[in-house]
DNA sequence: ATAAACCCTAAACCTAACTTTATGTCAAGG
DNA sequence: CCTTGACATAAAGTTAGGTTTAGGGTTTAT
């Protein structure tokens, strides 16, 4: 068992942020003793989650959502399943975007790599892809698709 | 030569938000007719910059400033390219972290997967990584460093 | 010539996810 | 006893990135 202090050093959180987490309903049964909160094994395996679904571009009020399935027991494994699946598809959607935005980004820094050896952008400027190193337009036409 | 409605279908981006660009000085040197905004080639690639940018996680504040050495001439390429540069490893790290969160969200599919099959996790709660299929045991693994 | 469909600005408003502030309780140490 | 430090709450403040509103001007089709 942790107190909030605690938690707070292992997950290099801010008290005031798993207050607010608590507040918004992401540890629905939350123990506490005289008022004060006890962080359990459960609530910290709920912070992990937390993180997880965080990066995953997933909203407080919709993990809060989830957190109240997790409460509900077994009969809510489907609904569980379903979030878990669309958080996956979503996130392999925005692993490939990435990686567009990074040959987009690869294309520049090779860019302005030859506009300082030229000087200027008179050459660069109207360049064609099968002008450019192979790596170079390969990223090219994956960024313009 | 477009008129900001006519930007504004090209990018399905709300003319709200290109004038927003323009008032936080994304588009230094953009000409107007009698007060009505001329968005000319120029400005048309700065909107695939700033879409670039800002998808890489990017400020407006610093997209700004990008655009400032552009308007500046060849003797900000070094920065232009430092920025480009910088960008780059902060996607290459975004799309690692992407990776970890997808290998999480993989693991938490097959774990749900298996809870409903089982009708509790009663089995799963203490399950070993040894004791996971292949796949998945290399998803949680990846997901757990 | 008048209504619709554009364009403009300034300023107020919005939302999510926190953070800060003001105030108070309680236990331990000097 | 009294100060320090960790806990608590409620409510106000913050930030980024827009959006909405209120008030006008101009151009175009009927």
Known sequence: MYTIGQVSQLFELPVSTLRYYDKE?????MK???????????????I???ECLKKSGMEIKDIKQFMEWCAQGPQTYPQRRE????RKAYVEAEIERMQQVLD???FKCWYYGEAMRDGDE???QP?????MPERI???????HR
């Open 48 to 50: 992990r989650v937390i």
């Open 104 to 106: 987009m980004l690869i």
């Open 137 to 143: 337009r390969q990223a090219y036409e994956n960024a």
């Open 32 to 46: 506490r003793v005289s008022g004060i909160r006890q962080f359990d094994e459960k609530e910290v395996e709920a």
């Open 122 to 124: 008179t050459r660069l």
């Open 25 to 29: 309903g992401l540890f629905p049964d």
């Open 83 to 86: 979030l878990f699946l669309k």
């Open 127 to 131: 360049i064609k892809p099968e002008d």
